[in-house]
């Protein structure tokens, strides 16, 4: 089992930063892949970012490159994702997530076996 908690979620207006962090605790988290996504009410869960488990791969959804920016560090057993130049559009609940034993990253929700509780991201205009 792993457990994953995140945080650094908050209200920020259009054009800001916002860091989030997710602390894994449990099995060996450098084994594991991990992804954002975020989800707004009546919409599904949507993929955000995604980084290998040794972190040489990353990949982003198309609406966020070249603003946010995903990156771990395994000796804190700790994922992060950056945010710049919010907009009011990332407004949503974003949770983390983990996969064990694939080599690149997944950009789909049902191929992750654990989720953390989710930290809400509001961006004002």
């Known amino acids: 089992q792993v457990q994953l908690v995140e945080s650094g979620g908050g209200l920020v207006q259009a054009g800001g930063s916002l860091r989030l962090s997710c602390a894994a605790s449990?099995?060996?988290?450098?084994?594991?892949?991990m992804g954002w996504f975020r989800q707004t009410p009546g919409k599904e869960r949507e993929f955000v970012a995604g980084?290998?488990?040794?972190?040489?791969?990353?990949d982003y959804a198309d609406s966020v490159k070249g603003r946010f920016t995903i990156s771990r560090d395994n000796a804190k057993n700790t994922v992060y994702l950056q945010m710049n130049s919010l907009k009011p559009e990332d407004t949503a609940v974003y949770y983390c997530?983990?996969?064990?034993?694939?080599?690149?990253?997944?950009?789909?929700?049902?191929?992750?076996?654990?989720w953390g509780q989710g930290t809400q991201v509001t961006v004002s205009s």
């Open positions: 449990g099995r060996t988290f450098s084994n594991y892949a």
């Open positions: 980084i290998s488990w040794i972190g040489r791969r990353t």
């Open positions: 997530a983990a996969v064990p034993g694939i080599l690149g990253v997944s950009t789909i929700p049902s191929s992750y076996d654990y």
